[in-house]
């Protein structure tokens, strides 16, 4: 079955990093695109970043840009983000995401939370 973990998550000062990871098991991981996704308390799910399979291609919602970066190390079925410079407003329960024979799968979260 489909499993994603994800850990990484803690406490950080504004202006500071984390990386997160995401470690896959169930399925071919190298075959599929991978999310990273945020939510807060009595919020929709804010997309974050994604990475293509093959190409790595990614692409970041402009809240991150700049500032993120998504990658995956498809030897280790594990996708990563990376966050710096980060900002109060991306304090989120962090998850990642894919979608498998019409089905989206997500992790338990992590948590992030950025203050002073």
């Known amino acids: 079955q489909v499993r994603l973990v994800e850990s990484g998550g803690g406490l950080a000062q504004p202006g500071g990093s984390l990386r997160l990871s995401c470690v896959a098991s169930?399925?071919?991981?190298?075959?599929?695109?991978m999310w990273w996704y945020r939510q807060t308390p009595g919020q929709e799910p804010e997309y974050v970043a994604d990475?293509?399979?093959?190409?790595?291609?990614?692409k970041y919602a402009d809240s991150v840009k700049g500032r993120f970066t998504i990658s995956r190390d498809n030897t280790k079925n594990t996708v990563y983000l990376q966050m710096n410079n980060l900002k109060p407003e991306d304090t989120a329960l962090y998850y990642c995401?894919?979608?498998?024979?019409?089905?989206?799968?997500r992790g338990q979260g992590t948590q992030v939370t950025v203050t002073s």
């Open positions: 995401n894919v979608l498998v024979s019409g089905t989206d799968y």
């Open positions: 169930g399925f071919m991981f190298n075959a599929y695109t």
């Open positions: 990475i293509r399979p093959y190409s790595q291609i990614t």
